[in-house]
Structure formats: C-alpha cells, structure tokens
C-alpha cells in the first residue's frame, strides 16, 4: 500500500494560521513511521487526513494512485474499514459490548464474506497474541486501561488493514503498560507486515520507528 | 456478533435513555389517542340517544298546527303492512303539588297503548287518571310511583289561536293524575323527535283523556311509524296522499239537503287559501263564502249590532252582486228603516299584521231587500265559530274580537233566538276580500251542487277533486324518516376527535419536544461512539440505520403502550363530560366506544411522528466529522463555542448569562416549551367569557335587556297594552308600570346553541322587531354581509330578497359550529302554505342570547308563518332595581302558563360555560403542556448538572463556596424560565391584540395573574429542587476525575 500526501495544507475557521502548511509526505509498504510535536501543532491532524478522517484545505492525498479526497462517503469508509486501521489515545471500546464483541465490531460491515466468515477465529488469535483470550466476555468497564488499550488494537487489525494509524497510543497508559502497548505495536508490524504511523510524544517510542518526523509552525520535518 | 446483537447490547445498556424517550413517546401517543377515540366515543354516543329516544320508531307524520285523524295511523298500516301509533304532542308544565317543584316546558305525550306496542315494551294501558314520567322528569320533581302530578297543558284547539273569531279561552287546561309507573331509557323514557341529546321530561298520559279535555276528539297532531324494512319517506308520502281524507286537511263536508247542495268548511274557520286557491284555479263550479261578524250596521242614525254579513261570489248568489252593492234582508231593512238605494255603512274590526285591533268602516249601496228567511241566505252561512255556535243568547257570545254586551237589544236576542247567525246582509266576494281578507283565508264556506259538478267535471265530486288538487305537502304535511335524519344528525355535528385534538396540540408538541429533547441527551452521550464507528468503517448510512432499528423498537412499543394509556385518558376525558357538563348538556350517557381502526391511526401517527423526530434528530448528529464526534465525546466539560465576542466576564450573573448563550440547544429547547404553555394558558384564560351583571349595554350580549322570558303557554294578549296586563292580570301591580315587554314570535325547531352537540339544520326561528332592536342599538356583530349597512344593521331583516327567500341572523359562533355554515349561506325550511323558504344567513351575532336560534323579522316571520300569533318569548327592559320585582312578580301571575325567566346575563353565562368548560379543557391541556415542560427543564438541569459536576469540582477547587455555585445555576434556569414566560405572555398578548380591540372585550386580569404566578412558582421549584440534590453529590470523586 501507498500513500502519497502532496502539499497538504488545512486550516480551522477559528485559527489564525494555517495548521498544516504545504505538507507532502509518502508512506510504502511495511513502513514505521513517528510524527512527533508540541502539542496543538496539527500532528493529530495530519494522522485524520492521512486516515480519511478528515480532507486536507488543500493538496491531494492518494491511496494506491487514488485521490481519495474525491471520493463519497461509503468509499471512504469501505477504505477505512479494509485498508486503514485506528487506535486512538483513548480506546473508545463500546461499553455495551464485550471485549470479543468489540474486537469484532468492524467486521459487521465488511464487504469481503470470505474475510468476514474468518473474523471471529481472527479475533480469537490475535487477543490470544495480546494476551486477553481469557477475557472475551468481560466489558470494558470490567478492564484495565490497558487491556482496553490492546484490545482497540486487536480492533484495528481484525480486518486485515495495510496501514495502522495510531494517535498517542501510549498518551492514557502508565510507563508498563505504555511500554507493553508500543512493543505490541511494533510486533504486529513485523508479524502481518502492517505499516505503522504513529503519533505520539513518547520519544522511546518515536525512536523505535524507522522515520521520524517532526510537525513544526505546520511544516513536516524530516528528523 | 451480528447487527442485531449489536443493537440489542446497545439498547440494554442504554436503557435509561431509551426509557425516557419511551416516556415521551407514550405521552404523545396517550394524548393523540384518546382524543380520538373521544371522538367516537361521543359520536357512537350520540347515536346511542338518537336511538334511545326514538326506539322503533323510523318515520313521523307532523302535522305541526294541525291536526289530522288518528285513523289515518291505521289506514297507513294496514296499507304498507307496518306498525304505527297515533299521538299528541304537546308541551305543558308538569308539577310536584305536594313539593312546590315545577318543570316548564315539559313534553306531554297523548298515547295509548300502540305507542308502547310500536317499540316492543310490555306496558299497561295508562287510565284516564294516570301518567307515566320518564326518569328525568321523576328525578327533577322527585317523585315516584303512586305520588301525584299536576300537568297543565296549553289548550290546542284546531282553530289558529287569535285567527279571527276563536274564542277567547282560558289558555290552559290542568290535570291532577297518578303515576302508574317512571319510564328510563329503555322504556322510552327520553323519547323526542327533536335531535338532541338533551334528555327532555316527558309526561305520558292518556290519548283520549286530551281528546275530552281538549275537545279535539278523534285527532292526533303526529303519527309514528315503524317499519323495520325500511322502505323509502316517497313511498310512504306517496301512500299517504292515496289514503288522507278532507279531515286530514282541515276540511269538512256537509250534505245541506236533499237537493245536492253541499257544503265544504274548514274546521280552522277559514279555508287554507293552499285548497281555495287550488279551487279557483282550476275554474270548478262552486260558490264561494266570507262571512263576518260587523260591529255595527248603520244607515243615518240608525245602526243594528253585531251582524253578520256574508261575501258570495255571484255564481253562488245567483246573480251579480257590484262591489259597492248590498242585499239587506227585511229584518235589517226594518231596523234600519231602509230602502233600496239607501248608503248604509259597516263599521267591523280588523286584526292588523301587529295582531292588533283595529276598527274600520265601508259604506255600501242597498241593491236589494230579501225576505228574512230565505233559502240561500240562511243560518248555515254562519261559521261555526266555537264561541257562537253553541251559544243560546248573544250573551253567551265568546270570542276574541270584543263585544259591547250593553249594545244587544231585545231585538237582537230574538233575532238570535229565531234565525241565529242567519247573515243580515250580503255583499259581493270582491268587496268581502278587500274589507275581511286575513291570513288564515279568504273564505268560510264552499257550496257545490253535486249534478251541476259532476256535469261540468265528468260526473266527478267536488270532494275528492280537492284532494287531487292539492297534495299533503302543500299543506306541510309530509313523513319524514326522522331515525336516518336524526342518526346523521348525531354523527355529524361537531367532531370531538379533531375538537380534542386540536385542544391537545400544545400537549401533543410538548410531548414530542420533550421525547426528541431526550433522545438529543441521550445522543450527547454516544458521540464518540458515532465517531469511532464511523472510523471503523460504519458508513453514515450504516449508523442510521443502526440508530433507526435500535430506536423503532422503542417507538413500536412506546406507541402500542400509549395507545393503551389513550383509552384510559379517554375514561378520564368522558368521566368530566358526564359529571362536569351534565347539568349543562343534561345527558350522562356519554359511553367510551373503542374503534380498532381509530387505536390503529392513533399508533400510526404516533409511530411515524416518533419516527420523523428520531431520523432528523439522528441525521442531523451525523453531520459533524468523525473527528469533531470523537473529540467532542471525549471532553470532560461541557461543549461549548468559543466565545466570539471575547468579552470579559465580570460577575456571576455575567457568567450565568455566558452559560445560558452556550448551550443554544438546550436553552431553547426549555424556552419554547415553557412558552408554549404559558401561551396557551393566557389565550384561553382571557378568553374565558364572565358575563357580569353591570354588562349590560345596548351592544352587549343582552342587547340592553335585562330579561329573557319563555313560556310553555304563549302569551295571546299584547302584555304592554292596559287591555294585555289586565287579561293577564298585571294590571294593579306597580312593578309593571316602568318595564317594556319585548315579545317575539317563534317557530319551534332544533336547538342550534352549542348546548346541542348533534349537528342542526332547522334551528328555532324567531321574528324580531327590527325597529326597536334598531331603535336601541341593540347587539353587535362579529361578521355582516357586504350588502348590510354597518350602521343600521337590523332593518335589512325586513327585505324580501325574491320569492320566499328572507335574510336572518344567528350568533356566529352557531353559524360556524351548531349548524357549519358561512355568511351568505342558506337554510332550508318549509312555511306554513308547503313552500321552501329558504333564509339567508347575513350576519353573524357576537355571542347573544339568541344563541341557538336563527332571528328573521316579524313581518317576514307572520308573512311565512301566519297561524303562529302568539308569542312565547319575551324580551323585558325595566330599570335594573326592578329586575328581581318583575321578574318575581311576572313569574308569579304567570305560573299558569309555565314562564321561566331569566337574567339575560345569567343567560349568558350559561352559554357562556359550555364556551369556558371547552376553554377549561384547553387550559388544563396547556396547562399539562406546560408541566411537561417543567418536567423537562428538570430533567435537563439535573443532566447538566450530572455532566458539569467536575466543572463544578473546578469551581468549589478555585475557591467558589456552595452557595456561589448554587447561585450561578440557579441564576442560569431562572434567565431561561423568565425568558420562557415572558416570551409566551408576549406572543399570547399579540395573538389577543383583537380581542383587545372587540366592544365588548374585558380581560380577566387578576385570573391571569394568578395562573402566570403559578406556573412562576412551580418552575421554580423544578429548578431548586434538583439542584439541591445535584450539588449534594460528592464532588471528591469527581475532581478526581478531573
């Protein structure tokens, strides 16, 4: 998978200045990838355009040669749902369904039936790789953050994604924990070969990436 | 996992949030429901009377004034092989001797036992000396089997009262009898053939004891039909003209002698001019008769008494007769000492369109002098007047034209004694037309002869040929099919389906304001789940759909439940129909009817109105971006918009302000439903109508009047004349010396006030004099005609506006609701000679007290309606310190013919109660409009309180006590309370800028005040309250959160 971002720019109505300015960036296949900054300076922002959460003000962003700023909707999310996978600071499982029900949650709308008929003993791998097999039927509330935090993980990856995107994955966990969730992000990209981008003030985490980049005054630097 | 596990984990754990905007939706569907089957309900109700009152009876002969055979009943059964019933209906006044209780206006009912054999009851013959009372009637005069009543009944006589000549009677005649036994409902105890549903008091009695009273012997004034195949009122009207008689019509015939001479009469004294007319149209061979009582025959100074003087068309006379030619006969030649050629003058009454008398005189030629006793000129051309006829002596003479006792001679008592009414004179028909034409006809008597008739007519008689002449109908005698007219009466008068939900929308909108308020909050919650979905993959439309199906079940089974708290609410509804309104609508028997299709729209609106609120509310939250979802669903303090302006803030005040501008949503949310309630509690609050005794100017509701006075005998003597009070015997008393007596001429028909709920096409006509309404300034007027001048409003009544097409008024609110008319539309009806006379309604009253009834002119009223002289209704004006003397002492002299009085503004108010007990439900409807509102702008300060409480712990963290917290949220819900009832004073004062504007309009000031301090106080304690308990949680934990 590819990902091309060409002289992004964007802009909130309520800032004075550009957030992002002329950014263009590159992300291949089984790439790792740190964006780090001050906080407020747009990395977050950049994760969403790179992740169709959000469209640039300006520039291009191209998945695979497609400019999917001009893709609908149902696009979009069929690319979010297939190719993309999030883990976000917080988890954001559903407290109304389980561990199991949440890892699996993205494969309610997956359009693959083949993929789909194999998601659950997917599910049940990938939480044994994590650790949490042995609480599929417990609920979020019934967790610990970051047993929260691998299961979102383990939600990411369930519909086999190209590319995970991770904002401040560590930024709630406490140093073990945060230490736990960075080297499982690590192994889940060497073992499915997933490309990894994430945003994160955690230096050892950053630096455990191939490429670092540095968000400053809206402009991507190359560290 | 599947989709609809997803959404049934969802709707357990949110099952707080969907239990609340269940409750909304149960509200809305409980109020829409029950509105509707209020509807049916009262309509199935309705019917329910209609059929009570009428049992098996399908069709009625009225001959209304007249009379017709009770034989007739008969004949048409055993034509059309159905069952009939002759009666007579009568009003009359029914009393309690031993109790002083009294009802006017009763319905007197002369039957026998056919009556109760046409509906299928098992009921003794009632005795001469025995009645039976319905239910209501025992209720109101609290009596029971075996006590005694008195019925007085108005004297019906087949002669028009006050037609020329009838007899100056008592009015009345009374009755002490027994009660056999008190008929309820099912035994016809509430039988009408008027259609309402006012149960009236009836009074059964013998059918031959009013025959012998009344001397109306072998006749019946309505015949009652059942026929359970239901054929067509044609056929029955069809078979009607093949079997009536000349009875029926009011025509009798008489065989004169042995020569073939006979003579047709009228037992009304004149002949309808319908039969005389249809006579001389058709140019048949018959000599036609007036005869008249002259005062005084006079030539020079000579003058005979109280004569009477035949009018003879020539071909009965033999020869012409010029119009200014007499033929005396000797006695009168002798007495007046003279001879042919001589000018004698006839000095007569008249009775002029006023019903008053009025004496003239005509002066004649004598042509000719024939002997006394005379074969042509003889005593049978006398009518039989009922107060001549069997009179012995001139002294026994009674009648209503007045007679000077001290004129009769000697003479004049032999003259009677040997010739009786033998006329003294004789003049052309022309001239008897000009000097005695009347409105009850224009002759006495028709003689034919039957070989010289059935010569010039194919050997046919005069008798039948007047049958064929003229038909039932032109004598306004026809069978109507009163149960179809009566059950499409009960069915569409006003609709209490739309009525009550149109009472109920501010309930109904609050109800789906408050469920889609709800639902809002509960959506609050789950932003960031939206935006994680939608991170996912969940397109949009996926969550939509998921929302939807997560949400129909709660809609489905909020909808289904409500339907069932409707039919609750609907008991409730009618359990204050029966007893709130039961003394004004006299009917408890208002039944819940459930019609499974009304349950099914009632769901079904609920259903897509609870559907419509979700999807937009859904739709409209999945507009934000997923980021804008995930970021605003993580935020532990309130959301809120940057403050664009950058103003500082510098007291708490200022920040309740800044807190209440935040939030737009919410803050309007809760100020559009206080203001709704409020606006609808002041709108029907100050149209809530109070007629006070000082309203009572000339343009008011009472017109000025202070009395309104009905009786259930009519008045046949003018009450403002001295001859009128003494008759009545007002003369000697002083209270009578300052009022002015305003009477009125009324046909009876349906109530059209809105204390009818059936719908009324014939309401009660009453002929006014326009010149003194005009004189006075009497009423005003919501809505007049373009054509009627808005100054001088009451003379246009008098215009004709084409053949029988007359103007009238009604209150506009009987227009619009009693009979679903507009200005300019027309009403049916059908006057006293068959015709159709259509009135035009061009004006619309503000609320009278003529409420109900349909006001045309006097003159147009005896032009239309001639044998109805004698009024019942009265309007009376006195100063207001007389009120109670007159109206006590009136009530008093004329018990004997049933007058109720009242104040005209207590009148009023009457009306006015149904009007209030309407706005009263709209009220209280508000008024649980506004409690929902309340309800929910607790519930929304309790959540807010829930989701600020680490706001809060910041605050108490910076140094803020308690009581400046308290201070800042309290502030914060009083700013939205204050600007939700100021905002509803303000719009309901606009909506009432008309009202301000109306004469007569008074707002209810210190009502309103003290409903608008009411509602104050209330939300206020929906604010302290739950801030109290929100500020009470522990605050510790929360701060650790933060």
């Known amino acids: 998978m590819k990902i091309v971002l060409e002289h992004i720019s964007k802009k909130y109505p309520t800032a004075e200045k550009n957030v992002l300015e002329d950014v263009s960036l590159t992300i291949g296949s089984n790439e790792t990838l740190a964006i780090i900054g001050p906080s407020g300076c747009g990395k977050s922002t ?19 040669d497609v400019d999917i700023t001009s893709l609908n909707d149902t696009d979009t999310a069929a690319i979010r749902n297939e190719k993309i996978g999030f883990v976000f600071q917080l988890h954001h499982l559903l407290p109304q369904l389980n561990l199991l029900d949440n890892v699996l949650l993205p494969s309610l709308v997956l359009r693959d039936k083949t993929l789909k008929a194999t998601s659950v003993s997917r599910a049940m791998e990938l939480l044994e790789t994590v650790g949490l097999a042995d609480k599929i039927r417990q609920y979020p509330g019934q967790l610990s953050v970051g047993e929260c935090q691998r299961a979102a993980l383990v939600r990411a990856l369930i519909n086999q994604p190209e590319l995970i995107l991770a904002d401040e994955p560590t930024g709630s966990l406490d140093q073990e924990s945060a230490e736990q969730v960075g080297n499982l992000l690590l192994s889940i990209h060497q073992m499915f070969k997933v490309s990894l981008v994430v945003v994160t003030h955690a230096p050892l985490l950053a630096t455990k990436m191939n490429t670092v980049y540095s968000l400053q005054n809206g402009h991507l630097i190359k560290s | 996992m599947n989709k609809i596990r997803f959404i049934f984990q969802t ?59 009770a034989q007739l009943a008969e004949e048409l059964a055993s034509e059309l092989n159905v069952s009939t019933t002759s009666v007579l209906l009568l009003e009359g006044i029914t009393g309690n001797p031993e109790k002083e209780l009294r009802i006017n206006r009763s319905q007197v009912v002369g039957i026998d036992s056919g009556f109760w054999n046409l509906n299928g009851l098992q009921i003794p013959e009632i005795g001469n000396d025995e009645a039976i009372i319905s239910k209501h009637t025992a209720e109101k005069l609290n009596l029971k089997v075996h006590d005694d009543i008195v019925v007085r009944v108005e004297k019906i006589s087949v002669i028009p009262v006050n037609s020329p000549f009838s007899v100056n009677e008592v009015p009345s005649e009374a009755f002490r009898l027994k009660i056999k036994a008190i008929a309820d409902d099912d035994h016809l105890g509430r039988f009408s053939l008027k259609n309402n549903q006012v149960a009236p008091y009836n009074v059964f009695i013998s059918k031959s004891l009013l025959w012998e009273k009344l001397d109306i012997s072998g006749l019946a004034n309505a015949i009652l039909i059942s026929d359970p195949k239901q054929k067509t009122p044609d056929i029955f009207n069809s078979t009607f003209e093949k079997v009536w008689q000349l009875k029926d019509a009011g025509i009798e015939l008489k065989k004169l002698d042995d020569q073939g001479n006979y003579e047709i009469s009228s037992d009304r004294i004149f002949i309808d001019k319908q039969i005389s007319n249809a006579i001389l149209d058709r140019k048949l061979p018959v000599g036609m008769i007036l005869s008249y009582l002259v005062n005084t025959i006079r030539y020079k100074s000579n003058e005979t008494p109280y004569s009477f003087v035949a009018a003879v068309s020539d071909n009965f006379y033999g020869k012409e007769i010029k119009e200014h030619e007499i033929i005396i006969n000797q006695w009168l030649a002798d007495d007046l000492s003279s001879a042919v050629g001589d000018t004698i003058e006839l000095e007569y009454f008249i009775i002029d369109p006023l019903q008053n008398l009025k004496e003239s005189s005509s002066s004649f030629i004598v042509k000719e002098i024939i002997p006394t006793e005379n074969e042509l000129i003889d005593r ?39 010739f009786r009414g033998t006329p003294k004179a004789v003049i052309s028909i022309q001239a008897g037309h000009q000097l005695w034409n009347n409105k009850f006809g224009d002759y006495t008597s028709i003689r034919f002869n039957d070989s010289i008739f059935a010569k010039a007519v194919s050997g ?64 609050q919650k789950r932003l960031a789940e939206t935006g994680i979905l939608m991170s996912l993959g969940f397109t949009r439309k996926d969550i939509l759909k998921n929302r939807v199906l997560e949400n129909v079940i709660i809609i489905v089974t909020g909808s289904f439940v409500g339907v069932l708290v409707g039919i609750i609410y609907n008991y409730g509804l009618l359990m204050a129909v029966n007893s709130v309104w039961n003394d004004i609508l006299r009917t408890s028997m208002m039944h819940v009817s459930i019609q499974p299709l009304t349950l099914f729209t009632g769901f079904i609106s609920s259903v897509v109105l609870s559907f419509l609120v979700i999807y937009f509310i859904t739709v409209k939250s999945l507009k934000q971006s997923a980021v804008s979802l995930i970021n605003t669903g993580s935020q532990t303090f309130q959301t809120s918009k940057p403050n664009r302006k950058n103003n500082r803030i510098t007291s708490l005040t200022g920040l309740a302000f800044h807190n209440v501008f935040q939030n737009k949503v919410r803050s309007l949310t809760t100020i559009v439903l206080l203001a709704l309630g409020v606006f609808v509690l002041i709108l029907t609050g100050a149209n809530r109508k109070i007629v006070a005794e000082t309203d009572s100017g000339n343009s008011s509701g009472t017109g000025g009047f202070k009395l309104w006075a009905e009786s259930t005998v009519p008045f046949n003597y003018n009450i403002n004349t001295d001859e009128g009070k003494e008759k009545l015997g007002l003369q000697d008393d002083p209270a009578f010396e300052k009022a002015t007596f305003y009477p009125m001429l009324s046909l009876d028909g349906n109530d059209a006030s809105c204390l009818n709920l059936n719908q009324v096409s014939t309401p009660t006509i009453i002929g006014i004099n326009t010149s003194v309404f005009n004189e006075r300034h009497s009423f005003s007027f919501d809505q007049l005609a373009e054509t009627v001048d808005k100054m001088k409003p009451w003379p246009e009544l008098d215009k004709s506006y084409g053949n029988n097409v007359i103007p009238g008024y009604a209150d506009q609110t009987v227009i619009t609701w009693g009979l679903m008319k507009s200005i300019g539309d027309t009403l049916l009806y059908t006057n006293e000679f068959g015709e159709e006379l259509k009135i035009v309604l061009i004006g619309g009253l503000s609320a009278s007290v003529f409420q109900g009834n349909l006001l045309i002119s006097e003159s147009n009223f005896r032009k239309h309606f001639p044998s109805i002289n ?61 409690l929902i509102g309340t309800i929910g702008m607790g519930i929304i300060l ?43 004073i303000l719009t309901a004062v606009m909506a009432l800028i008309p009202s301000f504007l109306a004469p007569t309009y008074t707002l209810p000031e210190s009502y309103l005040i003290i409903i608008i301090a009411g509602v104050y106080i209330h939300a206020l304690c929906w604010i302290y309250f739950p801030l109290r308990k929100a500020l009470n949680n522990n605050i510790i934990n929360a701060l650790r959160k933060e």
């Open chain 1, 46 to 64: 950049l994760l969403n355009i790179i992740g169709t959460l959000d469209k640039p003000g300006s520039g291009t962003v191209s998945i695979n």
């Open chain 2, 11 to 69: 709707i357990r754990f949110y099952k707080r949030q969907h239990l609340a905007v269940l409750a909304g939706i149960i509200l809305s569907t409980a109020i829409i429901t029950g509105a509707l089957v209020v509807g049916d309900s009262i309509k199935y109700s309705l019917r329910k009377i209609t059929e009570a009152r009428l049992g098996n009876i399908q069709y009625v002969l009225q001959s209304n004034d007249r009379f017709v055979r």
């Open chain 2, 380 to 418: 049978s051309l006398m009518p039989r007047f009922p107060g001549f006829a069997k009179a012995v002596s001139c002294m026994e003479w009674n009648s209503n034209i007045p007679v000077d006792m001290n004129r009769i001679r000697d003479k004049d008592e032999a003259y009677w004694n040997e």
């Open chain 2, 460 to 523: 046919k008689r005069l008798d039948p040929e007047i049958l064929k002449t003229i038909s039932p109908g032109d004598l306004n005698l026809s069978i109507a099919d009163v149960k179809q007219s009566g059950i499409e009466a009960s069915q569409n008068g006003v609709d209490f389906g739309q009525l009550f939900l149109a009472l109920s929308f501010f309930v109904i909108l609050a109800g789906i304001i408050l469920t889609g308020m709800l639902y809002v909050l509960s959506l």
């Open chain 2, 870 to 930: 004698t009024s019942r209704l009265m309007l009376i004006d006195m100063q207001e310190n007389k009120k109670s003397e007159v109206s006590n002492q009136l009530s008093q002299y004329l018990q004997d013919y049933g007058i109720d009085i009242s104040s005209t503004s207590e009148r009023l108010n009457q009306f006015n109660s149904v009007s209030n007990t309407y706005l009263s439900v709209f009220m209280i409807l508000g008024g649980l409009g506004l």
């Open chain 2, 942 to 984: 309790y959540r807010n309180m829930l989701e600020r409480r680490q706001e809060i712990a910041v605050l108490m963290a910076i140094g803020y006590t308690r009581k400046k917290i308290r201070y800042l949220l309290f502030t914060e819900n009083v700013i939205l309370l204050t600007t939700g009832i100021v905002s509803g």
